[in-house]
């Protein structure tokens, strides 16, 4: 399943991308690769997935609560 959602993300499918995604960040028959599952995440949300757009802002946010708990302890 891995190889067909790669080579339709690999044409631009939003959809695969984000599914592409999620096999590297959970290690889906294969070793984790948060780098990766990163830079599909952005692909997908770059043309309009709705549930990644989400997802990065989720961690975006996230991220920003850490850093300013982190400067303020």
Do not use: C, P
């Amino acid at each position: 399943a891995f190889e067909w959602h790669m080579k339709t993300a690999e044409r631009g499918g939003a959809e695969e991308q984000f599914e592409v995604e999620e096999y590297l960040r959970k290690g889906k028959g294969m070793r984790k690769n948060r780098i990766m599952a990163k830079l599909w995440f952005q692909k997908a949300a770059d043309q309009g997935n709705k549930g990644a757009q989400e997802a990065l802002e989720f961690l975006r946010m996230a991220k920003r609560g850490y850093d300013e708990s982190r400067s303020q302890g």
